[in-house]
T-cell receptor
Framework: NAGVTQTPKFQVLKTGQSMTLQCAQD?????MSWYRQDPGMGLRLIHY???????DQGEVPNGYNVSRSTTEDFPLRLLSAAPSQTSVYFC???????????FGPGTRLTVT | KDQVFQPSTVASSEGAVVEIFCNHS??????FFWYLHFPGCAPRLLVK?????QQGRYNMTYERFSSSLLILQVREADAAVYYC???????????FGSGTQLTVLP
């Protein structure tokens, strides 16, 4: 199994541009989530999904959209990038929310 | 607002036992999770639970609103960021602390 994969690994955007961060897992996990990591702030939950077709907001959802059309994929969309969205983004999955979450390697995003 | 608190830095000498403390203000919390994170890599679960538990050199203590991670015989290679997280909410999502940077002195 490849586990949780994220693409791209690095990305630079200009303010106002849009993009999608990709996340995929091949472990048939129901639960997937997106976090952002900022210095001194730890990992903050952006959005999560408890199964295909179901998504919900986490602690910091503003400026981000998600969808979950399949069990495997959970893309994160930035509709109009802002410098405040400069961060490292981690995707994670688990069989259920209560189980160990398996993290991807992260995407480092810089918005200028 | 539900919050999880942990020190920003901890330093230890090589070979010692190092303790990283975590407490929270989450009213409907379930388990504690302790993750290890090396920069550029995926965070990795070390130990979890709602009771004291051990995984290799990693021990976890448990109280309702606090937990400590104890790393036995700490090594320079253990220098990393350690995250405490609390499971909460109807969907049992994780709320993370801000992370503790462990420095190991030779």
């Amino acid at each position: 199994n490849a586990g949780v994969t994220q693409t791209p690994k690095f990305q630079v955007l200009k303010t106002g541009q849009s993009m999608t961060l990709q996340c995929a897992q091949d472990m048939n996990h129901e639960y997937m989530s997106w976090y952002r990591q900022d210095p001194g702030m730890g990992l903050r939950l952006i959005h999560y999904s408890v199964g295909a077709g179901i998504t919900d907001q986490g602690e910091v959802p503003n400026g981000y959209n998600v969808s979950r059309s399949t069990t495997e994929d959970f893309p994160l969309r930035l509709l109009s990038a802002a410098p405040s969205q400069t961060s490292v983004y981690f995707c994670a999955s688990s069989p259920q929310g209560t189980d160990e979450q398996y993290f991807g390697p992260g995407t480092r995003l810089t918005v200028t | 607002k539900d919050q999880v608190f942990q020190p920003s830095t901890v330093a230890s000498s090589e070979g010692a036992v190092v303790e990283i403390f975590c407490n929270h203000s989450v009213s409907n919390a379930y388990n504690f999770f302790w993750y290890l994170h090396f920069p550029g890599c995926a965070p990795r679960l070390l130990v979890k639970g709602s009771k004291p538990s051990q995984q290799g050199r990693y021990n976890m203590t448990y109280e309702r609103f606090s937990s400590s991670l104890l790393i036995l015989q700490v090594r320079e290679a253990d220098a990393a960021v350690y995250y405490c997280a609390v499971e909460c909410g109807s969907a049992r999502q994780l709320t993370f602390g801000s992370g503790t940077q462990l420095t190991v002195l030779p």
